[in-house]
Structures are given as C-alpha cells and as structure tokens.
C-alpha cells in the first residue's frame, strides 16, 4: 500500500528565508509526482509535476526534486514571501491502479 | 476554460438525508476521482473512473454511491446522511497517457446536523 508523509505539518517563517518541503513515499513503482498549493477554504492549485524519468521541475521560484530510488521529494521556495502562506500538498501517482494518493500537507506561514 | 466544476459549493443536510454532489468537467477526460478532505488532513479517495460506465471503490467509499454514464460527468451520490461525512468534496481529473497530470474542482463543503 502506497503511504505518503509530508513533514513538516507545519511551519512558520520570516519572509525571504529559503525553505524546505519534504515528501516521502513507501512504494518506488509511481508514474508522477504532483505538488499542489491549497488556499484556506479554496481548492487546489497545481505547482509542479514531475514525471517519473524526471529527477526535478523549477517554476519560478519553486523548484521541486525527485528520488525515486529512496523515496522522497522536496519542495524549494526561494526568497519566501507572505503571499507563499498556503497548505501544500505533496501525491503521487501510483501505477497500479492509476491512482492519485496525497500526504496531509505542510501549513505553511510565512511573518512580513 | 471551466476546467473541472462542482455543485453545489456548500451545502447543510440533516442526518438521513440524501443529496447528489455534481461534477462536470471538459477536457474530454477519462479518468475522474472523488476525494473528501477533513480539517488537517490530506485527501482520501473515496470512488473513481476510469470512463463511461466503469467505476470501482477507493479507500473510504462506504456511505457513498457513484454512476458515469457520460464522459463529462461523475455525480456522487450520499443516501444517508451520517455527521461523519461533514467533509470537504473535490472532484478530479486526470490527463491521458503517463505523463498524467490532475485537475481540481473548487470543492464542496458538506455539513450534516
């Protein structure tokens, strides 16, 4: 059964630090894996995707990585600003099945 | 470009009611999901499809029924109203081939008292 932990669930910085998102998953068979921004009380918004022969994605200041080997990815925001304050969600796409599973995201705030 | 669209946006129900949640999307997709999404939780799967007439069981689909008879459309459906489906409902749909990608409705926020 594919698992996926975001940590940390939350974080709170001061705004033009870089930071660090991570994501890891228990099962290595994935097509993709998604980044989603979820706004209080919105929907979600996708970010980046990285295809399973990727090893990263950059928009703009994002830039997402992957390891599939060992079953991680990591979401870099540069220069983070309060509009960056957002729930992110870290899912991948599972081969069998053709499924979608997502981690319980990591609340971030970032202080003017 | 409406993407993916969902009906009602909120909505409150008394237990043992039942009501349908719409989603429409048309981008000609034929994978479609159903998600509900409690505070401070991820998204749990509760029903997809793989196209018109084909639908099959996520991790947590007791409670609900699903239908696609279009391409379009993927209604889904609660028949008895219980407080533990006060959630948040989203409806996807996914891009063909390997290279997939998701796409997201606005949601729709359930109450049931």
């Known amino acids: 059964k594919q698992e996926v932990t975001q940590i940390p669930a939350a974080l709170s910085v001061p705004e033009g630090e870089n930071l660090v998102l991570n994501c890891s998953f228990t099962?290595?068979?994935?097509?993709?894996l998604q980044w989603f921004r979820q706004d209080p009380g919105k929907g979600l918004t996708s970010l980046l995707l990285?295809?399973?022969?990727?090893r990263e994605q950059t928009s703009g200041r994002l830039n997402a990585s992957l390891d599939k080997s060992s079953g991680r990815s990591t979401l870099y925001i540069a220069a983070s600003q309060p509009g960056d304050s957002a729930t992110y969600l870290c899912?991948?796409?599972?081969?069998?099945?053709?499924?979608?599973?997502f981690g319980q995201g990591t609340e971030l705030s970032v202080k003017p | 470009n409406a993407g993916v669209t969902q009906t009602p946006k909120f909505r409150i129900l008394k237990i043992g009611q039942s009501m349908t949640l719409q989603c429409t999307q048309d981008?000609?997709?034929?994978?479609m999901y159903w998600y509900r999404q409690d505070p401070g939780m991820g998204l749990k799967l509760i029903y997809y499809?793989?196209?018109?007439?084909?639908?099959d069981k996520g991790e947590v689909p007791n409670g609900y029924n699903v239908s696609r008879s279009t391409t379009e459309d993927f209604p889904l459906r609660l028949e008895l109203a219980a407080p533990s489906q006060t959630s948040v409902y989203f409806c996807?749909?996914?891009?063909?081939?390997?290279?997939?990608?998701?796409?997201f409705g606005q949601g729709t926020r359930l109450t049931v008292v």
């Open positions: 996807a749909s996914r891009t063909p081939g390997l290279n997939t990608e998701a796409f």
């Open positions: 099962d290595s068979a994935i097509y993709n």
């Open positions: 990285i295809q399973s022969s990727q």
């Open positions: 899912a991948v796409w599972r081969r069998q099945g053709g499924k979608l599973i």
């Open positions: 981008m000609n997709h034929n994978y």
């Open positions: 499809s793989v196209g018109a007439g084909i639908t």
